[in-house]
């Protein structure tokens, strides 16, 4: 068994996300709004039945313990998180505030990598095998990238552990371009949560130490 506190890394934002149907938003059905906002990374979009899905990464200095983050209640959460959002003229505010369903916050973190991608007739890929920072805007690619290598392998070697030999080898043939074209996508995650903690060390109400706290 992995123990993954000892790989991952905290990356400076903690996540909340909901759903609701009552606000109205100006989003045209299948678009997806991401708002590098004043003080909040913020995304929402609405599903082909009306409802809204949004998340918002707010900054944190510093990993915020599980006992503090269970005690977060939702009214809590949402007035802090519609705090940050008020700042600018988009519809993040409105859409949190109008999200009645209990949410949570959780830290976020990437896992750089793990070493080893499978054992036997098991595999892991996407986020089970490097879960990078949500930041970064990256993680649904990898996770395709991979799954198209492991159905190629499945399909065109025979017997499962010897195409998923075939697919770790195939990664790791691939890696160096990976790591080069990922170089702009870790600058602008650690870019984001530099930010972040700047905007934090501003003197924003979320950190650690303050949200909800
Ligand atoms: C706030 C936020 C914003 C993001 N923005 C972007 C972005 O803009 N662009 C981008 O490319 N990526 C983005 N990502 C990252 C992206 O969402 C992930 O990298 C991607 O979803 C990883 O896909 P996955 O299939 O590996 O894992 P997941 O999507 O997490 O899928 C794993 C699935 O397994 C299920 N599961 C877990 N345990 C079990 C179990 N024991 N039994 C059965 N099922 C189980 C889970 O419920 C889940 O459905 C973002 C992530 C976050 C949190």
Redesign the pocket.
Known sequence: MLDLELLRSFVSVV?A?GFTRAADVPVKPGAYV?IWGRHCFF?YTVSPNGEIWW?A?PPSRSEIPRDELRRLTTDRLREDLAGLLAADRTPGAAIVRATSEDFGLSN?YDLPTVPTWHNGSMVV????AH??S?S????????AEDAVVLATCLRDVPGIPAALDEYAQAIKQYAPDRAASGVDWQTSGWTAGKLFEKAAAAGLQCNGSSIGG
């Not at 890929?125 to 089970?128: K, M, Q, R, S, T």
Request: aromatic share 4%.
């Open positions: 996540d996300g991401m995304g998340f990464n976020q890929i996407g986020d089970a879960a990078v949500p970064s805007g990256q993680g649904a690619s990898l996770a």
